[in-house]
């Protein structure tokens, strides 16, 4: 995995919990940078603020209600990777919601880009934000007149080296996926809460991830991950009709398995399948691709990353090296 922090590249010496992000110590007396990035820029609104004077209202809808979207977006190698489909999930999020972006694409892309620019990036991930913004404490969002942007540039490793050779460990916990029938997961909302309890349950359980079911009792996705089975060479993924999000990653992992040969079949399938698997690995914009080698006690396949999981990861770091939108003409 590229990154700029040096300290992600070093075997630990025991296994690291899956959840520490790696980034920079605090630097002297100075606040510890929670972007990774020494006097980080961050955007908000049109403007560059350092990190410490990088603020929004307490009133800002966003905080008050978790209203609003957002996208976790990657850039390798001084080029922004599935920009455009990001914008794309990013802009359909905000028409489900009735939010209006107060900017347009090409205007979002020039100031994304800036932000990465302004930190002096090479490697990286943009988080970026549009909430409702500032209203009074009703939840009218008819109240809120002006959207605000915010884009945050960082350095992210959110699984160590380690994990994508040794693969990770998943437990299936109680918090079911929310039903599209209440909060669609479609939605990229900044209302994370049902991912959240999921992970506290993955905690208290010493795993590496926490693995959702819909109400179906079929499996939906990770806390912020999809799901990926491989049985006698064929590959399954979850529908997005089950509440899982229709990834970025997820789609190039369907780009990848057509280069192979290989098809890639959107069905449903409990928690077994996932047992009796060849072969399990996870998809996400912060993951990347990370195989998955044991589910509730039970060893996946041999207790390894297969040999599709390995060449899949292999294939989509060569990718990630080659392609995107240039950052620095």
């Known amino acids: 995995m590229k990154t700029n922090d040096a300290t992600v590249l070093e075997e630990p010496k025991t296994r690291k919990r899956a959840t520490e992000e790696t980034i920079e110590p605090a630097i002297e007396s100075r606040p ?23 603020k929004v209202s307490v009133f800002d809808h966003g905080l008050l209600y978790g209203d609003g979207i957002f996208e976790g977006i990657r850039f390798y190698n001084g080029r922004v990777f599935r920009l455009e489909e990001h914008l ?39 988080r970026l934000l549009v909430t409702r913004g500032v209203g009074n404490l009703g939840l009218n969002p008819e109240q809120c007149k002006n959207p605000s942007v915010i884009i945050i540039a960082a350095t992210i490793a959110l699984y160590h ?48 991830e926490a693995l959702m079911l ?22 399954f993924t979850p529908p997005i009709t089950a509440g899982a999000l229709r990834g970025i990653t997820r789609s190039v992992v369907f780009d990848i398995a057509g280069e192979f040969d290989l098809e890639v079949t959107e069905a449903d399938f409990t928690r077994h399948d996932i047992f009796v ?9 912060a993951a990347e691709i990370v195989p998955v080698v044991k589910a509730d006690g039970r060893l996946i396949g041999n207790g390894k990353p297969g040999p599709i999981t390995t060449r899949i990861i292999a294939r989509f770091r060569e990718m990630t090296r080659e392609t995107g939108t240039p950052i620095f003409d």
Not at 214 to 235: L, P, R, W, Y
């Open 32 to 54: 510890r940078p929670t972007t990774g990035v020494r006097e980080a820029k961050i955007y908000i609104d049109g403007k560059f603020c350092s990190e410490v004077d990088a």
């Open 88 to 126: 794309e999930r990013l802009w359909d999020s905000a028409r489900s919601i009735c939010l209006e972006i107060p900017m347009t694409r090409q205007e979002m892309t020039e100031a994304l880009i800036e932000t990465i620019r302004q930190n002096h990036l090479q490697d990286g991930y943009i």
């Open 161 to 208: 080296e380690d994990f994508y050779r040794k693969g990770l460990s998943i437990v299936t916990v109680a918090t079911r996926r929310s039903n599209p029938a209440s909060l669609n997961p479609a939605v990229k909302s900044l209302n994370y809460l049902n991912n959240v309890m999921a992970r506290i349950e993955a905690n208290l359980a010493h795993a590496d």
């Open 214 to 235: 819909n109400d179906a009792g079929n499996v939906a996705e990770c806390t912020a991950d999809n799901v990926f089975i491989i049985k006698d060479s064929q590959i």
């Open 277 to 285: 698997a060849d072969e399990c690995f996870l998809t996400g914009t």
